[in-house]
């Protein structure tokens, strides 16, 4: 079983920065996808970014350019920094890994882009 906690949301002013961190616990070996999903309100959840083990990245087109997702493979944990942050960026930010067929989600971190 693996656990997922996420941590540094919050609220930013537009145009502004931010960067998530998710750590993995349970994980015997290297999980191979990684990444961050979004839901704002009325919404469904949708991809940001993910990237696998072996560094492959894949972006939405809506911050491609202004974030950048890591990983630490020694640590189980991702990294999603957000740059530019822009009000339509207001949503809970879901952390996910796909670890052999099974898929795990994080609880969840909001974050508010708002002056």
């Known amino acids: 079983q693996v656990q997922l906690v996420e941590s540094g949301g919050g609220l930013v002013q537009p145009g502004g920065s931010l960067r998530l961190s998710c750590a993995a616990s349970g994980a015997s070996f290297s999980i191979n996808l990684m990444g961050w999903y979004r839901q704002a309100p009325g919404k469904q959840r949708e991809l940001v970014a993910t990237?696998?083990?072996?560094?492959?990245?894949n972006y939405a087109e809506s911050v491609k350019g202004r974030s950048t997702i890591s990983r630490d493979n020694a640590k189980n944990t991702v990294y999603l920094q957000m740059n530019s942050l822009e009000p339509e960026d207001t949503a809970v930010y879901y952390c996910h890994a796909k670890y052999f067929v099974t898929n795990y989600w994080g609880q969840g971190t909001q974050v508010t882009v708002s002056s």
């Open positions: 990237i696998t083990n072996g560094g492959s990245t």
